[in-house]
C-alpha cells in the first residue's frame, strides 16, 4: 500500500493567502498525532484565485483542494486521511469529480509551466524525474553541434517571450556567428510590469529549466559565462534560483567539460536588480550589470556584437529559456505544431484586474482574447459588462470588448495598437475609467524613466499632467490634442522602448474610448463614475428613511436633516469621499 501524499503550493501566491501556515499545520497535526503520511511542497500551479492549494495523492487518486487555510487542515486531515472521504467542499479535481473552477485548466498546453506545480522546486531529483536535463544529455549523447541545436530552436518558431518578439533561433545565430572568444548569456528576468507575474512564477516553480535552457544557449553560442538578471523584489525567486545552482554545481551541471561535452565550460550567477522598470531594456540591465546606472545605450550596435563588457552577448527573457529544454528534447517540430504561421507554440498570461479567475495560464497562440477571459479566466467578476482589456503592460495598449475575438499572436495584437509583451493581461468592466487607466499606466512609466532623453523626461511628465487634470475635473479643449502631440514626439524621439511605448495607453485609450475624455473635459462628467473628483452624490428621497447613518458618517457635515427625515447633500460643501454611499443600506444615495 502506497504512503498518502500531501503537497501544499508554496508559491508568493499561495504564501500571501496563508500557505505558509497551512504546511506548518499539516506538520504539527501529523507530529502530534503521529500520522503516517508524507508532506511535500511545491510552487503555482497558476490557480492563484484558489489557493492555498493542497493536493492528495493516495490509493485511490489525486485530489487537488482549494481554500484550505490552516483552519481547515484538521477537517482535511480527519475526513480524507484518517477516514478516506474527500471534502467536497474545498475540492477543485479529482478522478471522479470536476468543480465549475477546474475548467480554469481547459485548453491549457503547458510547456514553459509544465513543471510548475508539479513538482519541489528546490529538488534536482525531482526535476530530472521529469525530463529535466534530458535536452543536454541528448546534445552530449547524439553529438549535436552547435549549428545543429540553432537549427533546432529556428524550426520551432519560437519567438522571444518578453515582448519584442525576435525570433529566438535567428538571434542566437548573430552570436554564434561572432568569432569572439569571449561571450555571454544574460536571462532577463526584471519582470516588472503592473499586474504581471509570468517570470516570478517559473523561476519560483522550476528554476531549473532556466538553468538548463542558459546552458544550451551557452553551447549554442560559445559563451562560457552567464548572468540571470533578476530584481531584488523577488526574494522567493532568488532563493529557489541559488539552491538550483548550488546543486547544478554539486552535480557537475556548472563548471567545466559539463555533461561530458569536450571543451564546453558554462558557469553562471545571479546579479540582482534594484527594481528599476527601464532595466528591462536589454542595453540598460548590460549597464546595471556593468555596475553602471541603468540607462540605455544607442544601437547599433546590438548586443550579439558589443554587449556586456563589450563582448558578443545574447539576451532571452525567462520564458524563453524555459520553453528552450523542451524544445530541443522533443525537437522544433514538435512545438511549431502549436501556434499561428507566424508565432508559433504557447504563450503564459498573467489574468488579474476585473476577472473571476485571477492567475497564470498557458495557451496556444492563436486563442482569441475573449476565450482567455471567460473560458479559463471564468468571466468578469460580479457579472459585470466587460469593457476593454489592457495587454502588454504599460508599453502595451488597451483592447476594448468589440475586439476581444482577436487572436492572440504578435501581428494580430499589434494590429490593435497594443503588444504582446510579457503577458500582462489586466481586464477592465464597465466601472473602469479608460482615461484614469492611461493616467496610472503614465504615471509608472513617468516614474520610471531613466531621464537620459529629454523627450521621454519631460515629454511624458507634461502628458501625465494633462490626464490628471482631465480625471480631476480641470479639463481644457485643446488637450486631446496635446496628448497626441506629445505621443508622437516621444515614441519618435526616445532612445529606449521605455519612452518609444509609453504614450501606447494613452493613444489606445483614445483611439477606442475617445467620447469617455470628451465627456471629462465638456461635460465634468465621468462615463464610468470612477473619477472622484466629477462624482455629484444625490439623496434619493424615495428611498430616503432617515436614518442618519449617511450624515452621521459624512466627515465634512455636508448632509442636512433630523432623524426619520429625509436628507439633502449641500453640494457646495460635498468633498466627493463617497462615504455616505458605503453607509446607505436603503439605495438613497445615487451617483451621477
Not at 490509493?59 to 478516506?84: P, Q, S, W
Amino acid at each position: 500500500m502506497s504512503q498518502t501524499t500531501v503537497i501544499v503550493g508554496l508559491g508568493s501566491c499561495g504564501l500571501a493567502a496563508g500557505a505558509g501556515k497551512t504546511y506548518d499545520e499539516f506538520h504539527r497535526i501529523k507530529e502530534t498525532d503521529k500520522l503516517d503520511f508524507e508532506i511535500k511542497k511545491t510552487s503555482c500551479v497558476g490557480m492563484c484565485f484558489r489557493e492555498p492549494l493542497v493536493e492528495i495523492i493516495d490509493d485511490t487518486g489525486k485530489y487537488l483542494y482549494g481554500n484550505i487555510d490552516a483552519g481547515r487542515v484538521d477537517e482535511i486531515i480527519e475526513k480524507h486521511i484518517r477516514n478516506f472521504s474527500p471534502v467536497p467542499e474545498y475540492l477543485i479535481e479529482s478522478e471522479k469529480y470536476r468543480s465549475a473552477d477546474a475548467g480554469f485548466f481547459d485548453g491549457q498546453v503547458k510547456i514553459a509551466l509544465r513543471n510548475c506545480g508539479h513538482m519541489d522546486p528546490e529538488s534536482i531529483e525531482e526535476y530530472e524525474a521529469r525530463n529535466g536535463y534530458a535536452a543536454m544529455r541528448k546534445i552530449s549523447n547524439q553529438n549535436l553541434n552547435p549549428d545543429a541545436v540553432i537549427q533546432t530552436v529556428l524550426e520551432s518558431g519560437i519567438r522571444g517571450r518578453g515582448g519584442g518578439g525576435f525570433p529566438t533561433g535567428m538571434k542566437w545565430k548573430f552570436a554564434r556567428n561572432n568569432t569572439a572568444e569571449q561571450k555571454y548569456v544574460i536571462c532577463n528576468a526584471d519582470e516588472g510590469d503592473p499586474g504581471a507575474f509570468m517570470d516570478r512564477s517559473i523561476l519560483e516553480g522550476d528554476p531549473h529549466s532556466i538553468l538548463e535552457g542558459m546552458m544550451i544557449c551557452g553551447f549554442a553560442i560559445g559563451a562560457s559565462e552567464g548572468y540571470i538578471y533578476c530584481r531584488a523584489e523577488y526574494p522567493l525567486a532568488i532563493k529557489r534560483l541559488n539552491i538550483a545552482i548550488k546543486q547544478a554545481r554539486e552535480n557537475g551541471y556548472l563548471g567545466k567539460n559539463i555533461f561530458g561535452i569536450p571543451n564546453f565550460d558554462f558557469d553562471l550567477q545571479i546579479k540582482e536588480g534594484a527594481g528599476a522598470f527601464v532595466c528591462g531594456e536589454e542595453t540598460a540591465l548590460i549597464a546595471s550589470i556593468e555596475g553602471e546606472r541603468g540607462m540605455p545605450r544607442r544601437r547599433p550596435p546590438f548586443p550579439a556584437e558589443s554587449g556586456l563588457w563589450k563582448s558578443p552577448t545574447n539576451i532571452n527573457n525567462v520564458e524563453t529559456f524555459a520553453n528552450v529544454p523542451w524544445i530541443v528534447y522533443h525537437g522544433g517540430a514538435e512545438y511549431a505544431q502549436y501556434g499561428t504561421e507566424k508565432s508559433k507554440g504557447t504563450k503564459v498570461f498573467a489574468l488579474t484586474g476585473k476577472i473571476k479567475h485571477g492567475g497564470l495560464v498557458e495557451v496556444p497562440m492563436g486563442i482569441t482574447i475573449k476565450d482567455i477571459i471567460y473560458k479559463l479566466g471564468g468571466g468578469i467578476a460580479g457579472d459585470k459588462k466587460f469593457k476593454a482589456v489592457q495587454l502588454g503592460g504599460p508599453s502595451g495598449g488597451c483592447i476594448p470588448e468589440y475586439l476581444s475575438d482577436t487572436i492572440v499572436d504578435y501581428d494580430s495584437v499589434n494590429a490593435t495598437g497594443a503588444i504582446m509583451g510579457s503577458g500582462g493581461m489586466v481586464v477592465m468592466d464597465e466601472t473602469t475609467c479608460v482615461v484614469d487607466v492611461a493616467r496610472f499606466f503614465l504615471d509608472f512609466t513617468q516614474k520610471e524613466s531613466c531621464g537620459k532623453c529629454t523627450f521621454c523626461r519631460i515629454g511624458t511628465k507634461r502628458m501625465l499632467e494633462i490626464l490628471t487634470r482631465i480625471t480631476e475635473g480641470d479639463g481644457r479643449e485643446g488637450d486631446i490634442e496635446m496628448l497626441e502631440e506629445l505621443a508622437a514626439t516621444i515614441k519618435d524621439s526616445s532612445l529606449c522602448g521605455l519612452g518609444q511605448t509609453a504614450p501606447n495607453p494613452v493613444l489606445t485609450t483614445l483611439k477606442y474610448f475617445r467620447d469617455e475624455y470628451e465627456a471629462h473635459i465638456r461635460d465634468k462628467k465621468c462615463p464610468a463614475l470612477s473619477c472622484k473628483k466629477l462624482l455629484t452624490y444625490e439623496v434619493v428621497a424615495d428611498n430616503c428613511t432617515g436614518c442618519m447613518a449617511c450624515s452621521k458618517g459624512c466627515p465634512v457635515d455636508a448632509i442636512d436633516g433630523g432623524k426619520k427625515e429625509i436628507h439633502f447633500i449641500r453640494q457646495d460643501a460635498c468633498i466627493q469621499c463617497g462615504v455616505c454611499y458605503t453607509k446607505c443600506k436603503f439605495k438613497a444615495i445615487k451617483l451621477s
